[in-house]
């Protein structure tokens, strides 16, 4: 069985980063196993981007270690971390632009080692469940905001990650369109086995859509449990929550 058809799970211990003086990330275990979407929330600031930076191999933690199913891949670089099986997108959507969309989602494919015809199957599949399928030629960049995360999206699919990362994919559309985006986020896990994180800022939208929800605060887990565990908890309301 290959690496990434394995059944498993991307974890990290006591893991602390620091940029000059501020402390980001400070004593936090984490856990994403292959069968859930786990949600990932806190205020901004809170270091949700750094802990995907250092599950992804982005950020060097200054103390701490991460793993992929059992092996440590704490020092390994985001390229290597990527052809393992895990996968991300970012905050910021990154495309290519002057590529057309099939291009940008081939690109995944590829980069992680298939070959162009393998590529170009893989790249019709991912697009055909993200609803990308009847824009393969159209420019990335002549698209609406939407769809370019979409894109983002379909070329992390694109690499077969047994793990996909989505740093607050439905940031800047409309409620419909993020609502419609977690559902495609629900298929995604189905259709294609891989566990799923996500970070959103959009409570209702998590907590419909995950298994189990982790909450930082100033580089802290403050809660971790079922969304309505979390939900409860008071430490979450006053950090986070507030009166919603
Ligand atoms: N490269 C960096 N250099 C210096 N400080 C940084 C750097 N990256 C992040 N920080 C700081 O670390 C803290 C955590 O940032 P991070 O981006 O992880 O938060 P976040 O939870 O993703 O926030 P948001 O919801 O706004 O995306 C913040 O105080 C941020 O300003
Ligand atoms: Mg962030």
Redesign the pocket.
Same mark, same amino acid.
């Not at 205020?43 to 981007?49: H, L």
């Given at each position: 069985m290959s690496e990434q058809a394995a059944p498993g799970r991307v974890s990290a211990r006591n893991v602390f980063?620091h940029?000059?003086g =501020?402390t980001?990330?400070n004593d936090v275990d984490f856990v994403l196993h292959r069968a859930e979407i786990l949600g990932l929330i806190?205020?901004? @600031?809170?270091?949700? &981007? &750094? =802990?995907?930076?250092v599950l992804t191999g982005f950020?060097r933690p200054a103390a701490g270690r991460v793993w992929l199913n059992e092996r440590e891949t704490t020092t390994w670089s985001p390229h290597r971390i990527a052809r393992a099986g895990l996968a991300r997108t970012f905050?910021s959507v990154r495309l290519f632009h002057g590529l057309s969309v099939l291009e940008n989602v081939e690109m995944g494919a590829v980069g992680c080692g298939d070959g162009r015809r393998a590529g170009r199957r893989k790249a019709y599949e991912v697009m055909a469940t993200l609803a990308l399928a009847e824009l393969a030629d159209a420019r990335a960049d002549a698209l609406p905001y939407g769809l370019e995360r979409r894109i983002g999206i379909a070329r992390a699919l694109a690499t077969s990650p047994a793990f996909l990362l989505l740093?607050?994919p439905a940031a800047g559309l409309n409620e419909a369109e993020a609502e419609d985006l977690m559902h495609t986020i629900a298929s995604i896990h189905r259709d294609f086995g891989c566990g799923v994180l996500v970070?959103e800022?959009n409570v209702g939208l998590i907590m419909g859509l995950c298994d189990r929800v982790q909450v =930082?605060d100033q @580089?802290q887990t403050i809660a971790i449990g079922t969304p309505e565990e979390v939900q409860r908890n008071p430490a979450v309301r006053n950090a986070y929550l507030g009166s919603a």
């Open positions: 980063v940029f000059e =501020l980001a990330i806190g205020p901004n @600031g809170a270091g949700k &981007t &750094t =802990l995907v930076n950020q905050q740093d607050e970070i800022h =930082l @580089g």
